[in-house]
């Protein structure tokens, strides 16, 4: 979804990580590439584990908007979503 800054992102996740260990479950947030950075920082030592919300399935090139699975690692994800019905063609 394209929802929440970098701010907004990192706040929503400190208010998340009060309760995220309180919880008997994984906890894996999809967020936009613009916050994968920040939000993966703020998650650093916590069971909150961060992931994209899609990729490329380009390596690199002029693909201009699209975001390869090595810029996406590099960013901190653990994971990405792929194959989300918004996505499909």
């Not at 400190?14 to 999809?30: F, S």
């Not at 703020?42 to 975001?67: F, H, L, R």
Request: some cysteine; hydrophobic content about 45%; proline content about 3%.
């Amino acid at each position: 979804k394209m929802n929440k800054t970098i701010t907004e992102a990192v706040f929503f996740v400190e208010a998340l990580k009060a309760i995220a260990p309180k919880n008997n479950c994984g906890v894996y947030l999809g967020v936009p590439f613009t916050c994968i950075d920040a939000v993966a920082k703020a998650c650093a030592g916590t069971p909150i584990v961060v992931g994209a919300q899609n990729m490329s399935d380009k390596a690199s090139g002029a693909y201009t908007g699209e975001v390869s699975g090595d810029m996406i690692k590099e960013a901190g994800a653990k994971f990405v979503i792929l194959g989300h019905s918004e996505r499909r063609q």
